[in-house]
């Protein structure tokens, strides 16, 4: 059967949407329309019932086409013998990346991998670098692990030019995440340059700087604040290249993006092509041209929730999925026991499988950039560059994201959100499935693995309000 011809003497109708909005309207029989379809972000983003087709879509897809994303699992065991043991069945079972979480790294959630040069070259023993992406997850000592991989990679002599690697620099995620930095503000902005020239001079590849908006969506904040520190992040990073004598046309390449999706689809969807576009305006307004965006997306933490676990396995389902149709080059599904501990090899298979499935059997990354002309979701992408833009603009005003945080600017606008998103919950505006309705009678036995939790550094020089990472079932009191 020829699709193109099946329906070619069939006319449709011209939709019409006053037509729609009153048919809408008799349906409700009174009920307010406001109300009842029209619904709005965080941010105040109003999000309509229906949209049209996009009048001029654009096209914001991940970076390589020719693959799948980089399929990331999370290594995070305390354990370097069981995280290498680990390493080797994520990678022999069809993961293609490897996301490293040390200990003390504001995403590592209380858990990590012991932080020294020899657990690094431990758990890599087996790993073909050539073939493997490789990321360090943001930590106070990003810049020592970088040396500490450099070494590695000398001592086995890897071709550079094979190599796929994110070295998780990213001092504004370790400042709102921790709430310190090890040297002041003024000496970091003198010295990373430093690091960064020898970075160069050594010919590393890879993305040696990070913007990291993790750790300010799990601490609260909305989709534009995120973003908007994202923003800031990269902006800084760029005027330290700039200091290190870099061109930025050639610098900017090698700074990378991560952020969080959540359970919601097509907000997750627009935050990451409109990172994209947000990227390639700042690189505009530096005028170079723009290079596109390296971006790596993690299910989102603050959306776990302790109780009925398996509801977790949905959640990080349809965030991964947004996560993939909305462009990401590298993703990573957080096991669904996370918040009940150290999670196990089965919730570990069952985080690495969802992505397998979505690559290879429903070919999510066969269509390249599927919400192009979307309405809704163009729409959405506008709007959260424009509400990300302005948060921007706000931080730079502020002296820029260290300054900020320092002077605690940041944390009020997202502890705001973060206590306003709380509310809803508690009013009943927004529910969790399985904790606050729909709970099951008795609770599962949850298996995870012995590991006990690091409480957070404390050593540092400067200090700001940290944010640390805080589920919506904590915040509501429904986790117990």
């Given at each position: ?40 972000t ?18 914001l ?15 995070d ?26 200990e003390g ?27 493997t ?9 990003s ?31 370790i ?29 590393v590849p890879g ?5 990291d ?7 609260g904040?909305t ?6 520190v ?41 935050k990451?092509?409109a ?15 723009p ?30 999925f ?67 833009w302005?948060e ?43 904790t ?5 009678a ?22 700001c ?16």
């Open positions: 059967m020829d699709t193109r011809t099946v329906f070619s003497d069939v006319e449709f109708a011209v939709g019409d949407r006053d037509q729609w909005i009153a048919l809408a309207q008799k349906a409700l029989a009174g009920a307010s329309f406001e109300e009842t379809l029209v619904s709005h965080d941010d105040g983003i109003r999000i309509e019932p229906l949209y049209e087709r996009a009048a001029t879509p654009e096209f897809a991940r970076q390589n086409l020719d693959s799948p994303w980089i399929m990331a699992q999370r290594i065991d305390t354990d370097p013998l069981r995280a290498r043991m680990q390493i080797k069945e994520e990678i022999d079972q069809g993961a293609t990346g490897l996301a490293l979480v040390f790294a504001p995403n590592a959630f209380g858990y990590g991998l012991p932080a020294s040069a020899e657990v690094l070259e431990t758990i890599l023993e087996d790993v073909a670098l050539n073939r992406y490789l990321r360090i997850d943001v930590h106070p000592s810049r020592a692990m970088a040396d500490w991989l450099v070494a590695i990679l000398t001592k086995r002599r890897v071709d550079p030019s094979k190599l796929n690697l994110s070295f998780g620099i990213d001092p504004a995620a400042f709102a995440g921790t709430g310190r930095l090890r040297m002041s503000i003024e000496a970091l902005q003198a010295s990373m340059p430093q690091s960064l020239a020898h970075f160069f001079a050594l010919g993305m040696l700087l990070e913007a908006g993790r750790v300010l969506h799990n601490a904040a989709e534009a604040q995120e973003l908007g994202m923003l800031a992040s990269a902006v800084a990073h760029l005027r330290l290249f700039e200091e290190a004598r870099q061109a930025l046309v050639y610098a900017a390449p090698h700074i990378g993006f991560s952020l969080s999706v959540d359970q919601d689809q097509f907000l997750s969807m627009a990451i092509r990172l994209r576009k947000l990227w390639a305006r700042v690189q505009q307004s530096c005028s170079i041209a290079s596109p965006a390296t971006i790596h997306a993690e299910t989102s933490y603050r959306m776990m929730t302790l109780k009925d676990p398996e509801t977790n396995i949905l959640r990080t389902t349809l965030a991964g947004a996560a993939a149709t909305g462009g990401a080059d590298s993703i990573s599904i957080l096991p669904h026991t996370i918040a009940h501990g150290l999670p196990d090899a089965f919730a570990r298979r069952v985080a690495r499988n969802t992505q397998l499935i979505m690559a290879r059997e429903s070919h999510l990354g066969f269509v390249a950039d599927p919400a192009s002309g979307s309405g809704a979701v163009e729409a959405l992408t506008a709007e959260l560059c424009e509400a990300a302005r921007f603009q706000k931080i730079e005003t502020e002296g820029g994201v260290l300054r900020s945080l320092a002077e605690g600017h940041i944390q009020r606008r997202v502890q705001e959100a973060r206590d306003r998103r709380a509310a809803e919950y508690k009013a009943g505006k927004h529910t969790l499935i399985g606050t309705i729909y709970p099951l008795v609770e599962p036995e949850v298996a995870t693995l012995a590991a006990d939790r690091h409480p957070a550094p404390t050593d540092g020089t400067v200090f309000e940290p944010l640390p990472p805080s589920r919506l079932d904590e915040l509501i009191g429904a986790d117990a």
